[in-house]
C-alpha cells in the first residue's frame, strides 16, 4: 500500500505546489471545486487555496474536459498531448446539443464567435451573446463543442458561476493537439503508470476513457516508484484520485462498505485513509461515520478546516 499512497503523494512530499501536484498525478477531478481543492491538501501541507487560484489565474494549471470527458485540473503544457486522446466526443456533443433543440450548420462558428476576444464569461453571459440560439445545458453542450476542437476551456469561477472563454483569450493560441497519437499514447502511459501503482492496462483504460486495446499499446514496460513512507491518516475528498484513478478499487474498500462510499445515483462520498486504507467517511462539517475503529481523526480534521478557511498553517 506503501507505493499506492507514495505515487499518489499522500505522504505530502516536500516543496510541491499546485501546479507540480497536478502534473505528477496528470489531472486532477475538478467538477466540484471544493472537492478538487482537497485533493491539493491530502497531498501537501502548505498548498492553501488561493495558491491553487493563482496557479490557475496565470495559467499553469487549466480546468478542461479531460479523462472520460470530466472536468480535472491539467497542467497547461500537458493540454495538447492529453486532450488528443481524452477529446474524442463530438457525436455525443451533437447528439446532446439535438436534443436541447440546439441545430444549424453554424454551431462551431457560433461558439467561436461568442467566446472570442470576450474573456471567461459566465453561461448567462453567454446566452446573450448566442441571441437566443441555445439555453440552458445546450449552452454548455456548446462550449464542449468548441472544446473538442480545442477553442474553449473554463476560466476562473465568478461570483461561485463557472465560467466559459476562448483558449486563445486564456493560454494566447488554441490548443493544438497532438498529431501522433502513438507519441501521445507513449507518454499516457509513463505517466499514468508513474502516479497509478499498482495498476494494469484495464485501469488505465477506465481512467482515460480509452479502448483496452489502446491502453495495452500505451502501457509502459515499467516506471513503478519506490515505497513510501506509511501513511497514518488522510482525509480525501469526494471524487479523489486515489479512488477515481483505477477501475477496481477492492485492495482499498472492504465490499461490505462499498455503498457507504459510493450511494449510488453518481454520487461519491469523502473517504477516511488509514494506511493507504479506506475506514470509514466524513462530511466538510467534520461529521465521520468510522466503518472501523479509528486513530484520533481531530488534528487531521482541523488542518483542513485551517486550509478551508485559507489558513497556511502546517499539517500534523
Known amino acids: 500500500m506503501r507505493q499506492r499512497t507514495a505515487a499518489q503523494l499522500l505522504h505530502r512530499p516536500d516543496g510541491l505546489g499546485a501546479g507540480e501536484i497536478v502534473r ?5 477531478q475538478a467538477q466540484d471545486l471544493p472537492s478538487a481543492h ?20 496565470r495559467r499553469e ?8 470527458g470530466t472536468l480535472h485540473y491539467i497542467h497547461r503544457d500537458d493540454l495538447p498531448w492529453l486532450l488528443s486522446l481524452t477529446t474524442t466526443r463530438r457525436a455525443s456533443t451533437m447528439r446532446r446539443l439535438g436534443q436541447e433543440g440546439v441545430t444549424g450548420d453554424d454551431l462551431l462558428p457560433l461558439i467561436e464567435r461568442a467566446l472570442e476576444g470576450q474573456g471567461p464569461l459566465t453561461k448567462a453571459e453567454l446566452e446573450t451573446r448566442l441571441g437566443g440560439r441555445a439555453t440552458g445545458q445546450g449552452i454548455v453542450h ?7 476542437h480545442g477553442l474553449a476551456v473554463h476560466g ?3 461570483d461561485g458561476k463557472p465560467t466559459y472563454v476562448h483558449a486563445a483569450d486564456w493560454l494566447g493560441a488554441p490548443i493544438a ?15 499514468y503508470r508513474r502516479a497509478h501503482v499498482p495498476a494494469e492496462p484495464h485501469d488505465l483504460a477506465a481512467w482515460a476513457g480509452l479502448p483496452l486495446g489502446q491502453a495495452r499499446k500505451a502501457w509502459p514496460p515499467s516506471g513503478e516508484p519506490a515505497e513510501g513512507p506509511e501513511v497514518p491518516v488522510r482525509l480525501a475528498p469526494a471524487f479523489d484520485e486515489y479512488l ?6 477492492d485492495s482499498i474498500l472492504a465490499p461490505q462498505h462499498v455503498k457507504q462510499v459510493f ?17 470509514g467517511t466524513w462530511t466538510r462539517s467534520g461529521e465521520v461515520n468510522a466503518f472501523t475503529e479509528l486513530p484520533p481523526l481531530d488534528d487531521e480534521l482541523a488542518d483542513v478546516r485551517r486550509f478551508l478557511t485559507g489558513s497556511a498553517a502546517s499539517a500534523p
Not at 494549471?61 to 472520460?68: E, K
Open 156 to 158: 476562473p469561477p465568478r
Open 61 to 68: 494549471i487549466v480546468r478542461a474536459w479531460g479523462p472520460r
Open 263 to 279: 450511494p449510488g445515483g453518481g454520487m461519491l462520498r469523502a473517504v477516511i485513509l488509514v494506511g493507504g486504507v479506506i475506514q
Open 244 to 249: 477515481m484513478g483505477w477501475r477496481d478499487r
Open 142 to 148: 456548446l462550449v464542449g463543442l468548441a472544446a473538442s
Open 24 to 28: 505528477h498525478l496528470l489531472a486532477v
Open 38 to 57: 482537497l485533493a491539493f491538501r491530502a497531498r501537501s501541507a502548505t498548498v492553501t487555496v488561493a495558491d491553487v487560484d493563482r496557479a490557475v489565474e
Open 177 to 191: 493537439f497532438e498529431p501522433d497519437r502513438d507519441r501521445a499514447l507513449a507518454e499516457l502511459g509513463v505517466r
